[in-house]
């Protein structure tokens, strides 16, 4: 069954937003892994503005479910980071300094190069790498041989089209993308705007998913239908 990891950086940008410790991030961490998700995911970024570097390190200390630390590694502090906690996985995203939130996936083709040596430097750290692409199937293919284990789907078309009432037409380019992951041997997990509307639909159509990461609209419904409920609510959608 495809695994829930659970995005925490809404609630850490909750709590930078008055100061002190309200939500206590790392108690919200646990809980989170207590209500029944399968792993934790963090995205910090250079400016610390929602997930701080010294978050991680003390989540890595008490979580029992799988960490996935999220970022981009042209940042030296965070390839450092990761190195020196360990996460079960680093998910490698092409984010540019400042950026609001992740809108692309990498150029495999263009940046190869670049990919299979810092790739190389996970996995020799034996951290499980996945990288972050869009629904290309010549991006998947020239993602097999970077040497990542596995890519993660940028959902944000699907979520669109799902929206507007397309989901077929929505669905098709991943389905593509998803099968010649599963065709090169490529782990496959998909995140971003995945929320409990169009989630069953994905993760039905695309069953052999490994992993999808939510945060944002998880975190949102958790105010209206409470934290637990709704991590059991994602949970559902990917039980067929």
């Known amino acids: 069954m495809t695994k829930l990891s659970v995005n925490i950086n809404k ?11 309200n939500p206590n991030l790392i108690q919200s961490a646990m809980d989170i892994e207590q209500f029944g998700a399968d792993g934790i995911t963090v995205h910090p970024r250079p400016d610390e503005r929602h997930i701080r570097y ?5 989540l ?39 950026q609001l939130t992740s809108n692309h996936g990498w150029n495999t083709i263009e940046h190869q190069s670049y990919l299979q040596s810092i790739i190389g430097v996970f996995k020799s750290a034996g951290i499980r790498v996945s990288i972050f692409v869009d629904p290309v199937v010549e991006m998947v293919e020239a993602a097999a041989t970077t040497g990542t284990d596995r890519i993660e789907l940028y959902t944000e078309s699907f979520a669109v089209g799902f929206a507007a009432g397309n989901k077929e037409a929505a669905i098709a380019p991943f389905v593509a993308a998803a099968e010649t992951a599963r065709r090169l041997g490529l782990g496959l997990n998909a995140g971003h705007d995945l929320d409990r509307f169009n989630l069953g639909y994905f993760s039905k159509e695309i069953p052999w998913l490994d992993e999808v990461s939510i945060g944002h609209a998880l975190i949102c419904d958790a105010i209206y239908l409470g934290l637990e409920n709704t991590v059991q609510i994602y949970k559902r959608q990917l039980t067929h």
């Open 11 to 21: 609630l850490a940008t909750l709590r930078n937003s008055r100061g002190g410790n």
């Open 54 to 58: 010294a978050d991680v390190y003390e």
């Open 60 to 98: 890595k200390k008490v979580l029992k479910t799988e960490f996935n630390i999220e970022g981009n590694p042209t940042e030296q502090k965070f390839v450092d980071l990761v190195l020196a906690t360990k996460p079960a996985q680093v998910t490698l995203v092409p984010d540019a300094l400042g």
